[in-house]
């Protein structure tokens, strides 16, 4: 290629390369213009909105002062809306204590006027005193001068002048006294037995320690005695229960204290008589069986008792001298129903009267239980029956109430008072015991008797089974306020003399009868 085309070629690159570098500065210098322009366009948009915001938040924040400035001004108004009224508050209560201060100075004007008039009126009784005394023995002088009786014989003569009306009085106050009580309630009476008296008491004991056992036949009878007696001694020995056998017909007698050893002897008795084998090898077999059977009826009997009086956590022990009740009898009531009711009437007065309910359940529910083996042990049977539980594990609040409520100890505790109130009022409720004819008779002639030795009694009567006495007065002797001093008297006596049951009411009936003829 020629030579001048290369230089033409170079020429025309580097003339091109010169016009691009210009017209490419061109560009970029209109490119800065553009961008110098948008930058100042959105500068003045921002301030421009910048402006604005300022004047939003200017007017918020007037408004938010102008809200605040006014809620600070009706907080204000409250709070002095509300001084106001403790202000004219004070100024009342203010005015009131004047009022009372004044009252008060006029009550202490008053009492201090009074205290005065008081200390006046003693004195002047005083004075009167002194003259009346003065009046009186110049009376009586004037009286031994006239009558011609000394000091002590006018003595004498008043006092017997005044002894009708001194009677008359004191009826008077009896009868007043006797209608208060019986508002306020009838007096509880209750019986005291001891274990000595209901172990020898020649009245009960044909009640407590005997069972008859009916025969098919009078053969049987020598049957059970056996060939030179060998059966009866054998059953005797066996069982600790002595067999009476007499002229009675088709019956023979059990007889034992223990009355759990004596129901085994029943039992025993009945199976032998029944099964026809009667030897010393079968009593001794019937024994064995009809001692676990009673064990096992016994158990059943306190866990039945404990269930219903609702008494949880006793000692196996207690329930099993408790089962032993199902067999013993008191006057003819039986221990199981005594227990439950005494445990009722307990509960039911411990919650009337906000005592502790749990240990008047378990105290009522215990507190005969030293009966079970009064037979065994020495002593009362409260006091036996406390130690017992005491043995066993129950606190001394229980323990406690089973020794007081035959006041063995005295009484500590509103517990033991409503155990020993509630045994009394399951004992006294008619019906409860029973008493064998002979002591029957006797406390109505005990009654009678003891009403007919008040002077102005005409006959009395025993009525009601003997819980009431109704008494019939000579009108002319005892007059209406000296029928209720014997009344009173009577029932006294009655108290100191005699041992019953529940409680006894006395009635005086005075009737005055006059009879007139016409002719």
Same mark, same amino acid.
């Given at each position: 290629?020629?030579?001048?085309?290369?230089?033409?070629?170079?020429?025309?690159?580097?003339?091109?390369?010169?016009?691009?570098?210009?017209?490419?500065?061109?560009?970029?210098?209109?490119?800065?213009?553009?961008?110098?322009?948008?930058?100042?366009?959105?500068?003045?948009?921002?301030? /421009?909105?910048?402006?604005? @915001?300022?004047?939003?938040?200017?007017?918020?924040?007037?408004?938010?002062?102008?809200?605040?400035? $006014?809620?600070?001004?009706?907080? &204000?108004?409250?709070?002095?809306?509300?001084?106001?009224?403790?202000?004219?508050?004070?100024?009342?209560?203010?005015?009131?204590?004047?009022?009372?201060?004044?009252?008060?100075?006029?009550?202490?004007?008053?009492?201090?006027?009074?205290?005065?008039?008081?200390?006046?009126?003693?004195?002047?009784?005083?004075?009167? *005193?002194?003259?009346?005394?003065?009046?009186?023995?110049?009376?009586?002088?004037?009286?031994?001068?006239?009558?011609?009786?000394? $000091?002590?014989?006018?003595?004498?003569?008043?006092?017997?002048?005044?002894?009708?009306?001194?009677?008359?009085?004191?009826?008077?106050?009896?009868?007043?006294?006797?209608? %208060?009580?019986?508002?306020?309630?009838?007096?509880?009476?209750?019986?005291?037995?001891?274990?000595?008296?209901?172990?020898?008491?020649?009245?009960?004991?044909?009640?407590?320690?005997?069972?008859?056992?009916?025969?098919?036949?009078? +053969?049987?009878?020598?049957?059970?005695?056996?060939?030179?007696?060998?059966?009866?001694?054998?059953?005797?020995?066996? /069982?600790?229960?002595?067999?009476?056998?007499?002229?009675?017909?088709?019956?023979?007698?059990?007889?034992?204290?223990?009355?759990?050893?004596?129901?085994?002897?029943?039992? #025993?008795?009945?199976?032998?008589?029944?099964?026809?084998?009667?030897?010393?090898?079968?009593?001794?077999?019937?024994?064995?069986? /009809? /001692?676990?059977?009673? +064990?096992?009826? #016994?158990?059943?009997?306190?866990? %039945?008792?404990?269930?219903?009086?609702?008494?949880?956590?006793?000692?196996?022990?207690?329930?099993?001298?408790?089962?032993?009740?199902?067999?013993?009898?008191?006057?003819?009531?039986? #221990?199981?129903?005594?227990?439950?009711?005494?445990?009722?009437?307990?509960?039911?007065?411990?919650?009337?009267?906000?005592?502790?309910?749990?240990?008047?359940?378990?105290?009522?529910?215990?507190?005969?239980?030293?009966?079970?083996?009064?037979?065994?042990?020495?002593?009362?049977? *409260?006091?036996?029956?406390?130690?017992?539980?005491?043995?066993?594990?129950?606190?001394? +609040?229980?323990?406690?109430?089973?020794?007081?409520?035959?006041?063995?100890?005295?009484?500590?505790?509103?517990?033991?008072?409503?155990?020993?109130?509630?045994?009394?009022?399951?004992?006294?409720?008619?019906? *409860?015991?029973?008493?064998?004819?002979?002591?029957?008779?006797?406390?109505?002639?005990?009654?009678?008797? @003891?009403?007919?030795?008040?002077?102005?009694?005409?006959?009395?009567?025993? @009525?009601?089974?003997?819980?009431?006495?109704?008494?019939?007065?000579?009108?002319? &002797?005892?007059?209406?306020?000296?029928?209720?001093?014997?009344?009173?008297?009577?029932?006294?006596?009655? +108290?100191?003399? #005699?041992?019953?049951?529940?409680?006894?009411?006395?009635?005086?009936?005075?009737?005055?009868?006059?009879?007139?003829?016409?002719?």
């Amino acid at each position: 290629m020629d030579p001048i085309a290369y230089v033409l070629c170079a020429a025309c690159l580097v003339v091109g390369a010169v016009v691009g570098a210009v017209a490419l500065g061109l560009i970029q210098r209109g490119r800065q213009r553009d961008s110098e322009v948008l930058a100042e366009r959105i500068r003045q948009e921002a301030i /421009t909105e910048a402006r604005t @915001i300022k004047q939003e938040a200017q007017a918020e924040m007037r408004e938010e002062l102008t809200r605040r400035r $006014t809620e600070l001004e009706n907080e &204000e108004k409250a709070w002095r809306d509300e001084l106001g009224t403790k202000e004219k508050e004070i100024i009342r209560l203010e005015e009131r204590l004047q009022e009372r201060s004044e009252h008060l100075e006029q009550r202490e004007t008053d009492v201090k006027r009074g205290q005065d008039e008081l200390q006046r009126k003693r004195e002047s009784l005083d004075h009167k *005193a002194r003259e009346l005394d003065e009046m009186v023995e110049q009376e009586r002088e004037q009286l031994v001068k006239i009558s011609g009786l000394t $000091t002590e014989d006018a003595k004498d003569l008043l006092l017997r002048s005044l002894e009708s009306d001194v009677t008359r009085e004191a009826s008077k106050i009896i009868r007043t006294i006797t209608e %208060d009580a019986r508002e306020r309630g009838n007096r509880e009476a209750r019986k005291i037995l001891t274990t000595a008296i209901q172990r020898c008491a020649s009245d009960q004991v044909s009640e407590i320690c005997a069972s008859a056992v009916a025969l098919p036949s009078e +053969e049987i009878k020598g049957r059970i005695i056996g060939r030179e007696g060998r059966n009866i001694r054998s059953f005797e020995a066996i /069982t600790g229960v002595n067999l009476i056998i007499d002229d009675t017909p088709d019956t023979v007698v059990l007889s034992c204290f223990d009355p759990v050893r004596r129901e085994i002897g029943r039992i #025993m008795l009945e199976n032998l008589v029944n099964d026809g084998r009667i030897h010393p090898g079968r009593i001794e077999e019937l024994h064995e069986k /009809t /001692t676990k059977e009673i +064990e096992e009826v #016994m158990w059943k009997a306190g866990e %039945d008792l404990c269930f219903e009086v609702g008494v949880v956590n006793l000692h196996p022990e207690l329930i099993k001298l408790l089962g032993r009740m199902k067999y013993r009898y008191s006057y003819g009531q039986n #221990m199981i129903p005594h227990l439950k009711e005494v445990t009722q009437l307990c509960m039911g007065l411990a919650s009337e009267l906000g005592a502790n309910v749990e240990v008047c359940r378990r105290g009522a529910l215990l507190h005969d239980i030293g009966k079970s083996v009064s037979f065994e042990r020495e002593g009362s049977h *409260a006091l036996v029956g406390a130690e017992l539980c005491k043995k066993y594990g129950e606190n001394e +609040e229980v323990v406690h109430c089973i020794a007081a409520h035959h006041e063995d100890v005295p009484m500590e505790t509103i517990e033991a008072v409503l155990v020993q109130v509630s045994d009394a009022l399951s004992a006294a409720r008619p019906g *409860a015991r029973r008493e064998v004819l002979d002591t029957y008779v006797k406390r109505l002639e005990q009654l009678e008797h @003891i009403a007919d030795s008040f002077r102005g009694v005409e006959r009395a009567f025993a @009525i009601q089974a003997g819980r009431e006495v109704r008494i019939m007065v000579k009108p002319e &002797e005892v007059d209406d306020q000296e029928a209720a001093k014997l009344a009173y008297d009577i029932s006294q006596k009655i +108290e100191q003399e #005699m041992e019953y049951p529940g409680q006894i009411k006395v009635t005086v009936v005075r009737e005055l009868r006059q009879q007139a003829f016409a002719k």
